[in-house]
């Protein structure tokens, strides 16, 4: 169980356009879903926290007018990369917390692939 | 403010091999801290973790003990397979507090 998928899990695409990813818990609900951010040989960064119906707690430098979250239900999360440019080619992987475990471990998605010409 | 250190990679050692990948942390308190691990085209799998000082997590043959006094939480195993061969981070989260702060990853191959 505790299941978490992404689609796609690799895109490319013109500079200028806009990138939908999702983020879906499969087998449980999800109170809490997370964006991160991995560049090469880097750690993940996170990006964001969203919580079901509300909107999403961006961290410190991240442009949420760029990084458009939506959290609809409690099993999806969406990050949308808005106008995407080279620089923000890169893998983006979710995770989630499920609302039935105490410890608040957190399950994470494959992670999709970004690359932008 | 926190961060994590882990050796830099890539490992590559030998079936049967005594494996260790350091860890260190900077951080106020006492955060908990984890090892994740990545395997080809997976997410983010928990491995073990650790919640105070001198917690020994163990989980699949690998260990790693939460030391304080030099802010150390190294992953081990005593002897490795192929099928250990994947992508580890260590990672610190406070009590209360969903934030993971993570390492920079070490790949690890096992060649038979």
């Known amino acids: 169980g505790a299941v978490v998928s992404q689609h796609p899990s690799w895109v490319i695409c013109k500079s200028g356009t806009s990138v939908k990813i999702e983020c879906r818990s499969l087998?449980?609900?999800?109170?809490?879903m997370f964006w991160y951010r991995q560049f090469p040989k880097q750690s993940l960064m996170l990006m964001a926290t969203?919580?079901?119906?509300?909107?999403?707690?961006?961290e410190q430098g991240v442009e949420k007018d760029k990084f458009l979250i939506n959290h609809a239900s409690l099993t999806l999360s969406t990050l949308t990369v808005t106008s995407a440019h080279p620089e923000d080619s890169s893998f983006y992987i979710c995770s989630a917390n499920s609302r039935d475990r105490v410890n608040n471990e957190q399950f994470f998605g494959p992670g999709t692939r970004l690359t932008v010409l | 403010g926190n961060s994590v250190t882990q050796m830099e990679g890539p490992v590559t050692l030998s079936e049967e091999a005594f494996l260790t990948i350091n860890c260190t942390y900077t951080a106020t308190g006492y955060p908990s801290l984890f090892w994740y691990v990545q395997y080809p085209g997976e997410g983010l799998q928990l491995l073990l973790k650790a919640t105070k000082a001198d917690d020994k997590g163990s989980n699949k043959g690998f260990e790693a003990t939460y030391r304080k006094e030099t802010t150390s939480f190294h992953l081990e195993k005593g002897s490795v397979q192929v099928s250990d061969s994947a992508v580890y981070f260590c990672a610190l989260r406070y009590f209360g507090n969903e934030k993971l702060t993570f390492g920079t990853g070490t790949r690890l191959t096992i060649i038979p």
């Open positions: 969203s919580n079901e119906g509300s909107k999403a707690t961006y």
């Open positions: 087998d449980f609900q999800a109170t809490t």
